[in-house]
């Protein structure tokens, strides 16, 4: 009898309770905010992060008094830049029994670059097919020096672009130190492979009769005779798949020694 009269109880509360409406999305945060509070350091190796805010949801939809709960990678700025993002964020009020009300949220905050066009180019690339006596021929004329020459000055040019564009951006100069030197530091050891692959490049695009004439070039004529084969040469494919191998190497050099991983475990906590 008393459980009886117990679970009549719970159900009478259980319809008494007014209805709960959590806080729903209204507007996110766009692509260019998100870009312009992205980490220097996480942005400069290509790094993505998470982060879960715990907020208040005021009555106009505002995202009030946030602190950081989880942020992976730990230590890069992500969950700074998270709450820098915080005041974009707008909502539909929590609701009880049909009433506005002020309401806690955990809310996730996901960073991540777009796709690097180029990069996506690159893992596509691949030389077309050639003899091993075309490719010693074409060995011979990388030896030269101009054309890979070139194209790793591109490469270099590119690095420090991305460098300067973000100097005087709000950062830990010790974390843009070490990603700058990362990004350096692969891109000169990426630099290193870019002779054999532009060798196979050469040796796919000319016969060895025709390679054997390259040879005997001035260099000023070579240029000339290797713009004429560009499409087949494909220089673009070779520094975009130079730039994703450049990618990967900067992310192992400045993740050495530390956790990179974005993973939130569930909950919101850090791994």
Request: a neutral charge.
């Amino acid at each position: 009898m008393i459980y009886l009269v117990t679970s009549a109880w719970l159900a009478a509360a259980a319809a008494a309770s007014p209805a709960v409406v959590s806080p729903q999305w209204v507007k996110q945060p766009g692509a260019e905010l998100m870009q312009e509070f992205y980490p220097v350091a996480a942005e400069l190796v290509r790094l993505p992060g998470r982060v879960m805010l715990n907020c208040m949801v005021g009555l106009e939809g505002k995202a009030e008094d946030c602190t950081v709960a989880a942020e992976a990678p730990a230590g890069l700025g992500f969950g700074a830049a998270a709450l820098h993002l915080a005041p974009a964020f707008r909502f539909r009020p929590g609701r009880v029994g049909g009433k506005p009300e002020r309401a806690a949220a955990m809310i996730p905050v996901r960073f991540a670059l777009p796709d690097d066009p180029a990069a996506a180019a690159g893992k596509a690339y691949a030389p077309r097919p050639s003899s091993p006596g075309q490719q010693a021929l074409a060995r011979r004329l990388v030896e030269r020096g101009a054309y890979a020459a070139k194209m790793a000055d591109d490469l270099r040019k590119g690095v420090e672009k991305d460098v300067h564009e973000r100097d005087g951006m709000r950062e830990d100069p010790v974390l843009r130190a070490q990603a700058t030197e990362a990004l350096h530091g692969a891109s000169e050891a990426v630099i290193a492979d870019m002779g054999e692959m532009v060798t196979l490049a050469l040796a796919g695009a000319f016969s060895e009769a025709e390679l054997q004439q390259l040879l005997a070039l001035s260099d000023e004529a070579l240029q000339r005779r290797l713009e004429q084969r560009r499409r087949k040469i494909d220089p673009e494919g070779i520094v975009a798949a130079l730039s994703g191998r450049m990618t990967a190497a900067a992310q192992s050099r400045f993740c050495q020694g530390r956790d990179c991983s974005d993973k939130l475990e569930a909950g919101g906590a850090a791994p």
